[in-house]
């Protein structure tokens, strides 16, 4: 199974600037550690949300919403990808990730789990979400 | 109770990440992998009593190495004690092991352990031991996982998975298997026992030899883990990242290969846009990594190259099949096989037609080690069907069905057969 840790933005991160020297290699000797423990499977860090932008649908009416926006906490910073035995697995490395805060603010990660053919098993769920993927696809 | 089900859940976790760490640290010092596992054992059973009372340490795997090498203290003065030996012994073993401070870091614990994990890895499948041995000795010491698991996964009975262990163990401690990497001509042999014993792994999970599923993930996962473990111990082999790149390929088609009803769907038939691509890039980096080391391709690289090809083709039409007949005729002079001469003669078949094929098949007929391999007649029976020739192409199926071991292809090769 796949989770998704997802490291919450913080001021600092919305303002694109980068962690100091001893945030970077903390996060790196973690990242280390996933790499030699075979879970790592992507890792990557976002650009400010003032570079991107948002997509409101109503009905088929698509409106263009350019960043930045507020609401920082609700915004993610970037994300790792790992492939655990279990949800225990995954909450353990979780709570090993380093404080990615360094501004006097608390930090959050948020993890995930991914959905996978397995979280259904073989049979009708599984085929109706095969469909709905391959409609996408 | 919640709660301490909870925290034996997390005991357990953490045993799955640090439990090959603590077990190759202490190999290393004690010498006999049996005795380190039954000290990391003793140290699983403390936290077990403990951590969900007083709370999981801060340092867990540090934590737990402090314990196994108390117990082995334990272990020396109680032998000495008994066997009225000089007191100078236990001092010195003491002295030995007076890093066994309780502040070691998790760098302290990681740095020193990368080689004794790789020693680990190459004493776990020792050519001394039955495949099955090195198997089940991999999973247990490098995987973390236990006996029950391990029977859970290879659909055997407990008991037979212990007592391979228990044998595995006494057969290294017999044959005085040193706790080094190889070095020189012997590297190479076993390094490629290792890499066997990997993918042994990955395709008890990929191609299920036994039993009603086609696909037992758990076995994949846990064989892609151990492959991209031993590409950060050795990383300048370039087969390590030939076996990563070819498993993360074809675990990257793993969800496109069965239907709803677990039967296999071929290659040819699968959709596409259900492939893994996290796991497909993966694979395409393992490859380049063996180009940045300069080298040439194994037999591992070239079949991942093959898969490579299968990833590269959005549609199966656009399957560059002339490179990969190529590349099995690299692999047939790398690492000749009658199975790889099969795969040969399926992608002469495609890229030059089923007469093509067909005319390799048939030089196959008498290979005595495919008599009963199920694959045969099943490619015979397919290129036949291809050439319109179905009152031949039948038999071909019905006897690919009698010979192959897996229910849900059986009954795939029947319905063939009744077309």
């Known amino acids: 199974m796949r989770f998704m840790i997802i490291v919450k933005a913080t001021q600092a991160s919305e303002a694109g600037v980068l962690p100091p020297e001893r945030v970077i290699a903390e996060l790196a000797a973690y990242r280390d550690q996933l790499v030699r423990a075979g879970v790592l499977l992507d890792a990557a860090g976002l650009q400010p949300s003032a570079k991107g932008w948002r997509i409101r649908c109503a009905g088929t009416k698509r409106t263009v919403i350019d960043g930045p926006f507020a609401n920082t906490r609700e915004l993610i910073a970037g994300y790792i990808l790992i492939q655990a035995q279990s949800k225990a697995e995954a909450l353990e490395w979780s709570r090993r990730f380093p404080n990615p805060v360094f501004d006097g603010q608390d930090g959050e990660i948020e993890v995930r789990q991914l959905v996978e053919w397995e979280t259904f098993g073989f049979g009708a769920a599984t085929e109706s979400w095969r469909k709905l993927w391959v409609e996408m696809g | ?419």
Not at chain 2, 180 to 186: D, L, N
Not at chain 2, 302 to 320: F, K, Y
Request: with cysteine; hydrophobic share 50%.
């Open chain 2, 1 to 419: 109770m919640v709660k301490s089900s909870e925290a034996h859940r997390a005991v357990e976790a953490i045993w799955r990440i640090e439990s090959s760490k603590i077990i190759a640290a202490l190999a290393r010092r004690v010498r006999d992998i049996g005795l380190a596992e039954e000290l990391a054992q003793d140290a699983l059973v403390a936290a077990l009593e403990r951590w969900p009372e007083q709370g999981i340490p801060d340092n867990p795997g540090a934590w737990l190495l402090v314990v196994a090498k108390r117990r082995f203290i334990d272990l020396i003065r109680h032998k000495a004690l008994h066997q009225h030996k000089e007191p100078e012994l236990t001092r010195e073993i003491e002295g030995q092991l007076q890093d066994a401070a309780p502040v070691e870091t998790d760098a302290a614990l990681d740095e020193p352990v990368a080689d004794d994990l790789l020693r680990l890895m190459f004493v776990a499948c020792h050519p001394v031991l039955s495949t099955e041995a090195r198997v089940a000795l991999t999973l247990r010491l490098l995987g973390g996982l236990t006996t029950e698991e391990i029977a859970r996964a290879f659909l055997v009975a407990e008991p037979t998975v212990a007592q391979r262990i228990v044998r595995a163990k006494r057969t290294l401690a017999e044959a005085r298997v040193s706790f080094e990497v190889p070095r020189g001509s012997e590297l190479a042999g076993r390094l490629a026992s290792v890499l066997e014993v990997i993918y042994l792994i990955f395709n008890e999970g990929y191609a299920a030899t036994a039993g009603d599923r086609w696909l037992r993930p758990e076995l994949c996962d846990e064989a892609l883990r151990l492959g991209r473990i031993l590409a950060t111990l050795a990383p300048a082999e370039p087969e390590v990242h030939g076996l990563i790149a070819l498993m993360e390929f074809q675990a990257s088609r793993a969800w496109a290969r069965v239907n709803a009803d677990g039967e296999p769907i071929l290659l040819a038939d699968q959709n596409r846009s259900l492939w893994d691509r996290v796991l497909i890039r993966r694979g395409f980096v393992a490859l380049a990594r063996i180009e940045a080391l300069g080298q040439s391709y194994g037999p591992y690289a070239l079949q991942a190259a093959i898969a490579a090809c299968h990833a590269r083709a959005s549609t199966a039409t656009e399957t560059d099949w002339q490179r990969i007949a190529a590349l099995y005729d690299a692999l047939a002079q790398l690492a000749p096989s009658p199975v790889v001469e099969l795969n040969r003669a399926v992608a002469l078949a495609m890229a030059f037609g089923p007469a093509a094929g067909l005319e390799a098949v048939d030089g196959l007929a008498a290979e005595p080690a495919l008599k009963h391999y199920h694959l045969l007649p099943s490619v015979r029976g397919d290129l036949l069907a291809k050439l319109g020739r179905f009152e031949e192409a039948r038999p071909e199926f019905a006897r690919a069905a009698a010979l192959t071991r897996n229910e849900r292809e059986r009954k795939m090769l029947l319905e063939r057969a009744r077309r």
